[in-house]
């Protein structure tokens, strides 16, 4: 069972939800990543999103696109990145940690070598935006064979055929991607939401989490009584966004901690 599985696992037992927050690694610099990830650790999370930055982050919104577009200008890299990931394990924290991005640099390294890599590292999982699960299964078995659990993207839009597609070949979790456009926009449709997680539980056997436009405790809590897991980015970024580097990191901790506490307060309903 993966460190993954085993939050899950760990979390139903305890009748709470995953909390997973996204950061850039990079942003706004990389000497910021380690002290962010460790804040979001004290905020609540039980998993960590690490972005990998890319320069063209085509599901992304503004505000994550301004990250990616700051950590690369800062010289982030996926060495560096998992350097990073490599110093986050070494103070002996268990979270998980997925990386997030898209399939550019993962090609430019190599599937093998760069799973390799990850897993070395101390890396969880990965979710790759631009691989469609018909079309990896290679890349799902690659990382299965390093321990690696890969993590599919479903939406709004996502046909039963795709489904048992990501049933196929994904572990973990999936990410239910609650919004017909990019990270950060739009209002949440709760109703659609509710009526959408249980045909998906049921047909892909894994816990689900939902992201895109949750931006406060009172949304999570109600994203909470549904899914398995809380997925939040863009708002976690504009708070590092709006603080100097040395308020980040309680900056962070102080909102997460909010979102934690508002999740917490549903218990488990779903």
Same mark, same amino acid.
């Given at each position: ?27 706004? *610099? ?13 905020? /609540? ?5 690490? /972005? ?14 301004? *990250? ?112 017909? /456009?990019?990270?950060?926009? *739009? ?23 939902? /992201? ?8 999570? *809590? ?49």
């Amino acid at each position: 069972m993966s460190r993954i599985q085993q939050t899950f696992k760990r979390l139903e037992g305890e009748g709470r939800k995953a909390l997973i927050p996204f950061i850039t690694a990079g942003d706004p *610099a990389p000497e910021m990543t380690l002290p962010l990830m460790q804040a979001l650790v004290s905020g /609540g999370a039980d998993i960590i999103e690490l /972005g990998v930055p890319f320069s063209d982050p085509m599901a992304d919104g503004p505000t994550i696109q301004r *990250a990616s577009e700051r950590a690369l200008a800062a010289g982030m890299s996926m060495r560096k990145l998992l350097d990073i990931v490599r110093s986050f394990r070494a103070t002996g924290d268990e979270t998980p940690i997925v990386l997030m991005g898209y399939a550019n640099p993962i090609e430019a390294m190599g599937a093998e070598r760069f799973a390799k890599a990850a897993a070395e590292a101390g890396v969880d999982g990965v979710l790759v935006v631009d691989y469609p699960p018909e079309e990896c299964r290679g890349f799902a078995d690659i990382c299965k064979t390093f321990g690696l659990d890969p993590v599919f993207l479903l939406a709004p839009t996502s046909t039963e055929q795709r489904f048992d597609d990501v049933a196929a070949v994904g572990s973990g979790y999936i990410y239910y991607v609650s919004l017909k /456009g990019v990270t950060g926009s *739009a209002t949440l449709d709760l109703d659609e939401v509710a009526r959408r997680i249980p045909a998906i539980r049921q047909r892909v056997g894994m816990p689900v989490g939902v /992201g895109f436009g949750i931006r406060d405790g009172a949304t999570a *809590a109600k994203i909470a009584v549904l899914a398995d897991a809380v997925v939040i980015g863009s708002r976690i970024i504009e708070e590092i966004e709006s603080s100097t580097r040395e308020q980040a990191p309680a900056k962070v901790e102080a909102f997460l901690r909010g979102v934690r506490t508002a999740m917490d307060a549903v218990g488990v309903q779903a």
